[in-house]
């Protein structure tokens, strides 16, 4: 124990006399999420938020397709786009120009064919440069398409009457048409689609304050973390290389000092600054990002959890090159898809289904998930455990078989 | 002690260390001598656990490596022929580090420390990273190193190799302390003069193969008094062989290309004559180099080649 320690002392001292290198894997997952966090506006309290400019150009001018176009401006909504009402050509024009997110055309004759029910196309024009904010319109969109289609089923027959006044309601008109319209849904209610429906009630009145606020950075912030992870684990595992050119491991093995003692020794040292790293940057992701940690204890011990097998899996890659220049090859194989399909680079949310479902397979992937359900407070102690146990035995694994090749490979030639 | 017996150690067809036996004892300076590449490394490599012998037996202290290597080896002191240090630590922390792995605490840890820090002349540079020191000083420290917990054997891997006339001086006369105090030290170079002026026994190596050993005095003794003459020039082989051949107690090294070593006793006062001899043998005598007994005189008679080749 005492020459574990020794050893793993100076392996800490020897990564603390490299403050550069320290800085840089701490800043790794500061810096992204920062970054993250400027370019989208972010707050401190309700966390950052994409924010765009939707174009609508109102081609028909009428009370219906009025509603329509402001439905974007409002709730949440309204948070997330600067609704611009212009011409379908200018529209198009500031589009190409990058100006906007997306423009939506609404059509002559929108209303009257919602009120006849007959088939009605909206047109939704997207930046192709941008890829969160246009799916957002889109899908916002085909909600109030469903929505406007309701609508017309329950009160269809009041709205028409109010479109055909030639002048202006007065209020004891407006409030008979609103109470008529407001009585008609709530009697159609219970047997048209309630989840669409129930998508703008809800939203609105039932549930605001369990609502998690929209926040990007704590979509990307556990994919940033297992990315600063990886760089760090391969980082540290690069050390291997140092302590066989210098002959301080082959000095440590003359000593008669065991070669298990060795690995365990730099895999406690790497851990240690896995912990240097990780544990700032939640607190700083926590405090200031928005970033959600439901349960610390379980987030801080699956992170160093997987930050040990990660170390593991790069120095026996490490060793299995059998040299400095074929690990930096070998890990980065490893190590850059890893990242791409285990959500370090673009988050599950934002992936396609199924590539997201394949990535979350992955090792990486499997970690970054359960990382993210820690962080939310969506896994019991009975998953975390079960984690913990398969991430442990692993790395206990791992651990032996590098001690056996490091000798096997690098003495007793 | 340490005991070597009928080692070898081959890596497939290439034969590194081949049969070789020898005894280093306690308080004595045990030299391996040869050019690079002759196995002394090897040889070392295998004394101290980093390499497993092909076949023969090793013993230090009575512990066979094999079978009870990790006692040898915790008895062993060891300076391999690289720095082995961590460059970012300063080097009372690389002593500190190496005397606890080597078992050492608290107050004997820290007395051993300063004591060997003393006796290396880095006292003053403790406190400074070993990235800033000179070959030499690293060198000091490397050694410094290996003995910081009092082994009773000591391996030394060129220790000498770079490093600057004054720290070469200082390392040899400390390894003759670590030897005045009783420990076993196999010291393996390939500087002639070093192994003259420090080993109390030799072993000359070449090709993995021990081809001589014994105290300086027995080597010396194969040569007879017998000096070493070395000329440059054009030498028909055949003509010249002939005339040597007549010359009494002329014996014939080496004959390659332009140069020419000889073995004979008196050779100042035969020179005259061989010159005659060699010119009406049709040879052209340009350069002329007599040397006096000595180990390498020894290499060149036993190899047929200078120990630097």
């Known amino acids: 124990m005492r020459l574990l320690l020794t050893s793993s002392a100076k392996d800490m001292r020897l990564v ?30 309700g966390g950052p938020k994409p924010r ?63 009120l006849d029910n007959e088939p009605v196309t909206l047109t939704l024009v997207t930046n192709p440069t941008q890829s969160v904010l246009p799916a957002i319109a889109g899908e916002t969109l085909k909600i109030l398409a469903e929505g406007t289609h309701y609508i017309h089923l329950a009160a269809g027959g009041q709205i028409k009457q109010i479109t055909g006044l030639s002048t202006g309601l007065n209020q004891a008109q407006f409030l008979t048409a609103s109470l008529a319209v407001h009585r008609a849904i709530a009697e159609i209610r219970p047997y048209v689609d309630p989840p669409l429906l129930d998508v703008e009630f809800k939203t609105r009145v039932e549930e605001p304050k369990n609502t998690q606020p929209f926040n990007l950075t704590a979509i990307f912030f556990p994919g940033m973390m297992f990315m600063s992870l990886l760089f760090l684990t391969r980082g540290t595992s690069d050390g291997l290389w140092e302590e066989l050119s210098h002959g301080t491991f082959q000095r440590w093995h003359a000593c008669g000092a065991p070669t298990g003692t060795f690995v365990l020794a730099r895999l406690l040292a790497a851990t240690a600054t896995a912990a240097g790293v990780a544990l700032p940057a939640l607190a700083a992701s926590w405090l200031w990002l928005g970033v959600q940690v439901a349960n610390w204890p379980a987030a801080l011990g699956w992170v160093l959890a997987c930050a040990s097998c990660w170390y593991l899996i790069m120095l026996h890659l490490q060793i299995l090159a059998g040299s400095a220049r074929r690990g930096q090859i070998l890990t980065s194989f490893v190590l850059f898809p890893s990242m791409l399909t285990g959500g370090s680079m673009l988050p599950f949310q934002m992936m396609p289904e199924g590539i997201a479902a394949a990535g979350k397979a992955t090792p990486l992937g499997w970690m970054t998930a359960n990382f993210d359900l820690i962080l939310r407070g969506q896994a019991t102690a009975g998953q975390v455990t079960g984690w913990l146990v398969m991430v442990c035995a692993a790395s206990l694994a791992l651990l032996a078989l590098s001690g056996v090749q490091l000798r096997r490979k690098f003495l007793r030639g | 002690m340490i005991e070597v017996e009928q080692l070898r150690k081959a890596y497939g067809q290439l034969v590194a260390v081949d049969q070789a036996t020898f ?46 290597g990790a006692r040898a080896r915790r008895a062993t002191g060891v300076a391999p022929q690289e720095i082995a240090l961590y460059e970012e630590l300063s080097a009372r922390e690389n002593l500190d580090y190496w005397g606890s792995v080597q078992g050492l605490t608290g107050k004997r840890l820290k007395q051993r420390v300063d004591e060997v820090l003393a006796m290396i002349g880095l006292e003053d540079r403790a406190k400074e990273p ?69 080993c109390d026994r030799l072993a000359i190596m070449d090709h993995g193969r021990l081809i001589s050993q014994g105290t300086l005095v027995e080597l010396r003794a194969l040569l007879g008094e017998r000096d070493l003459l070395r000329l440059t020039g054009s030498f028909p082989e055949g003509p010249v062989r002939a005339a040597l051949a007549r010359e009494e107690g002329v014996e014939v090294l080496g004959f390659e290309g332009g140069q020419l070593r000889l073995s004979m006793a008196e050779a100042s006062a035969r020179l005259p004559r061989l010159f005659t001899a060699l010119a009406e043998a049709g040879a052209e005598v340009r350069g002329t180099t007599l040397t006096q007994p000595n180990l390498e005189s020894l290499f060149i008679k036993l190899t047929g080649k200078e120990l630097r080749e």
């Open chain 1, 52 to 114: 765009g400019i939707l174009f609508i150009a109102d081609q028909d001018g009428t009370m219906v397709s009025r509603m329509l176009g402001s439905a974007f401006g409002q709730g949440p909504m309204g948070e997330i786009f600067t609704v611009e009402q212009t011409t379908e050509q200018e529209g198009r024009r500031r589009l190409a120009k990058g100006d906007g997110s997306a423009l939506v055309v609404v059509g002559k004759g929108f209303q009257s064919r919602i």
């Open chain 2, 130 to 198: 070993v990235k800033k020191f000179s070959g030499g000083m690293k060198r000091r420290l490397n050694f410094g190193a290996a003995i910081v917990h009092e082994p009773k054997v000591l391996l030394l891997d060129e220790p000498t190799v770079g490093v600057d006339p004054q720290s070469r001086v200082r390392l040899l006369e400390m390894v003759r302390a670590q030897a005045g105090a009783g420990t076993c030290v196999l010291y393996t170079t390939h500087y002639m003069e070093e192994a003259e002026a420090l």
């Open chain 2, 23 to 68: 005894t280093a004892r306690p308080g004595e300076i045990f030299g391996l001598l040869g050019p690079n590449g002759a196995g002394k490394s090897t040889t070392l490599g295998c004394i101290c656990g980093l390499l497993t012998p092909t076949s023969g037996s090793i013993r230090v202290l009575g512990h066979d490596l094999v079978n009870d």
């Open chain 1, 16 to 45: 603390l006399r490299d403050p550069f290198g320290l800085l840089l894997w701490l800043g790794i997952p500061v810096m992204l999420l920062t970054l993250m966090n400027l370019a989208f506006g972010g707050g401190s309290t």
